[in-house]
């Protein structure tokens, strides 16, 4: 009886205890100086400061114009399958952490010769996803006019210098103050970018504060399109071709003469049959014919024999340069049904690699050698080469070839960009648990 009736007072006084210290917490913090600070502490997440500073203002205006992107936070986790992977190595809680602020990303690019800048599209899908925050844009000074396919583009007429100059001012117009820039470039679009960069980085700095970070080419010639070599030494030409013409028409009636006019743009039936006459009318073309863009090309040009070589001695920034490789013509059509012997396909692609690549046994993408897209045997820094298989130059080899495999359409370029500029813009770092050691206590993880 006594052990009970102690334990119920002892319950009694406890209940009391607590309504007192409850009380008193209450009034504690019912004063002003409590409520104003825990007002505060509200308001101070929600609001921002009148008086901004102008990165602050940039980042606020960027934001507006990403509405229309889905959003992402400065860190987040790596997908489901790359954690697994990272977790079979031992390492656990890795995030993407952005070593530029995401705000200040930029990715420019450039297309090729005579092209236009929705061949970009299907890229530009992907970085959107990937790098939501950042500034992309599809560069259109020298866009090839789409209603009038006659048309030289500027990307033909103008000198590489003369079109970069123009790619400066639509940087200019289009990138926000104080980015930090990726330029992307395909076939000639990468050596305009190569002039933006060595001309106008200085510039840009000073003027936009924005920073050129990396250079990413696909399929760009660095040492010239040997392709153009042809159009000097036609004669030549046509000894080799007559070997494949045939084959060529066996897969498609009259594609090889839709196959010479791919190296021959202008005049390719006098190329065939007055050989002579067009190897001395040719070069004059390229020199007055107002094709700067086309003959700077060349492998013998001023622009690729000294300012390219020069230049790839001289950069401060990264070069990725990434070379597409398709070299078997079964694997270019929908439609191929080898209508050809497995001898005259073999022989239509040694002699193609010939043609395209000076040797039988050249890599290549269709239309230019690994050689020239990698700047192979030339002085280069701060150069990394990737090589592409089962990726042409373009759209078309003549024809139109089949979905997802010219360079700029190819998921396994895309990807190799979009890796590229991962690696410049973001780094994964793990995050470690802190653990706290007392003497004679075991070791836990700090609350």
């Given at each position: 009886m006594y052990p009970t009736t102690g334990l119920y007072e002892c319950f009694i006084w406890i209940y009391r205890f607590s309504l007192v210290f409850c009380f008193s917490l209450i009034v504690s913090c019912s004063g002003k100086s409590c409520s104003d600070k825990h007002?505060?502490?509200?308001?101070?997440?929600?609001?921002?400061?009148m008086v901004l500073d102008p990165p602050v203002l940039l980042e606020k205006e960027h934001t507006a114009q990403q509405n229309n992107k889905s959003k992402r936070t400065d860190e987040q986790n790596l997908d489901v399958s790359d954690e697994l992977e990272l977790s079979r190595k031992g390492v656990k809680n890795i995030k993407r952490v952005a070593k530029v602020a995401e705000y200040k990303q930029a990715i420019v690019l450039l297309h090729g010769l005579a092209r236009i800048s929705s061949d970009f599209n299907a890229m530009i899908a992907i970085l959107e996803k990937r790098f939501p925050h950042a500034t992309i844009v599809a560069l259109k000074s020298v866009n090839k006019d789409s209603n009038n396919q006659k048309s030289a583009s500027l990307s033909s007429k103008l000198s590489i210098k003369q079109q970069a100059r123009l790619a400066y001012e639509e940087i200019k117009a289009k990138i926000p103050f104080g980015s930090h820039l990726i330029l992307v470039g395909h076939s000639q679009g990468g050596l305009r970018a190569l002039v933006v960069a060595k001309e106008y980085e200085a510039r840009l700095k000073r003027e936009c504060a924005i920073t050129i970070e990396q250079l990413i080419t696909i399929g760009t010639p660095w040492k010239g399109a040997p392709i153009f070599q042809h159009i000097k030494r036609a004669k030549t030409f046509n000894e080799k071709f007559r070997k494949i013409?045939?084959?060529?028409?066996?897969?498609?009636?009259?594609?090889?003469?839709?196959?010479?006019?791919?190296?021959?743009?202008?005049?390719?039936?006098?190329a065939k049959h007055h050989p002579k006459v067009y190897g001395k009318a040719a070069p004059l073309f390229m020199k007055f014919g107002q094709i700067d863009g086309i003959a700077?090309?060349?492998?013998?040009?001023?622009?690729?024999?000294?300012?390219?070589?020069?230049?790839?001695?001289e950069v401060d920034w990264p070069i990725t340069a990434i070379a597409g490789v398709l070299t078997d013509f079964s694997e270019l059509f929908d439609t191929f049904q080898y209508p050809i012997s497995a001898k005259a396909l073999t022989e239509l692609n040694v002699t193609y690699a010939e043609l395209i690549g000076g040797n039988p046994n050249s890599e290549h993408d269709m239309l230019l050698p690994v050689a020239t897209q990698h700047a192979e045997g030339l002085v280069t820094r701060?150069?990394?080469r990737i090589k592409v298989y089962g990726t042409c130059h373009g759209n078309k080899v003549g024809v139109s070839v089949k979905r997802g495999i010219s360079e700029l359409n190819n998921k396994a370029v895309i990807e190799k960009v979009t890796e590229s500029i991962e690696e410049t813009?973001?780094?994964?770092?793990?995050?470690?648990?802190?653990?706290?050691?007392?003497?004679?206590?075991?070791?836990?993880?700090?609350?």
């Amino acid at each position: 009886m006594y052990p009970t009736t102690g334990l119920y007072e002892c319950f009694i006084w406890i209940y009391r205890f607590s309504l007192v210290f409850c009380f008193s917490l209450i009034v504690s913090c019912s004063g002003k100086s409590c409520s104003d600070k825990h007002k505060k502490d509200e308001l101070s997440a929600a609001v921002e400061p009148m008086v901004l500073d102008p990165p602050v203002l940039l980042e606020k205006e960027h934001t507006a114009q990403q509405n229309n992107k889905s959003k992402r936070t400065d860190e987040q986790n790596l997908d489901v399958s790359d954690e697994l992977e990272l977790s079979r190595k031992g390492v656990k809680n890795i995030k993407r952490v952005a070593k530029v602020a995401e705000y200040k990303q930029a990715i420019v690019l450039l297309h090729g010769l005579a092209r236009i800048s929705s061949d970009f599209n299907a890229m530009i899908a992907i970085l959107e996803k990937r790098f939501p925050h950042a500034t992309i844009v599809a560069l259109k000074s020298v866009n090839k006019d789409s209603n009038n396919q006659k048309s030289a583009s500027l990307s033909s007429k103008l000198s590489i210098k003369q079109q970069a100059r123009l790619a400066y001012e639509e940087i200019k117009a289009k990138i926000p103050f104080g980015s930090h820039l990726i330029l992307v470039g395909h076939s000639q679009g990468g050596l305009r970018a190569l002039v933006v960069a060595k001309e106008y980085e200085a510039r840009l700095k000073r003027e936009c504060a924005i920073t050129i970070e990396q250079l990413i080419t696909i399929g760009t010639p660095w040492k010239g399109a040997p392709i153009f070599q042809h159009i000097k030494r036609a004669k030549t030409f046509n000894e080799k071709f007559r070997k494949i013409a045939i084959t060529l028409d066996k897969i498609q009636p009259n594609y090889s003469k839709t196959v010479r006019g791919y190296f021959f743009k202008k005049a390719p039936e006098l190329a065939k049959h007055h050989p002579k006459v067009y190897g001395k009318a040719a070069p004059l073309f390229m020199k007055f014919g107002q094709i700067d863009g086309i003959a700077d090309l060349d492998p013998e040009s001023d622009f690729i024999r000294n300012y390219v070589v020069s230049s790839l001695k001289e950069v401060d920034w990264p070069i990725t340069a990434i070379a597409g490789v398709l070299t078997d013509f079964s694997e270019l059509f929908d439609t191929f049904q080898y209508p050809i012997s497995a001898k005259a396909l073999t022989e239509l692609n040694v002699t193609y690699a010939e043609l395209i690549g000076g040797n039988p046994n050249s890599e290549h993408d269709m239309l230019l050698p690994v050689a020239t897209q990698h700047a192979e045997g030339l002085v280069t820094r701060n150069f990394k080469r990737i090589k592409v298989y089962g990726t042409c130059h373009g759209n078309k080899v003549g024809v139109s070839v089949k979905r997802g495999i010219s360079e700029l359409n190819n998921k396994a370029v895309i990807e190799k960009v979009t890796e590229s500029i991962e690696e410049t813009f973001y780094e994964y770092k793990e995050e470690k648990e802190e653990v706290v050691v007392e003497q004679g206590v075991e070791a836990t993880p700090a609350a």
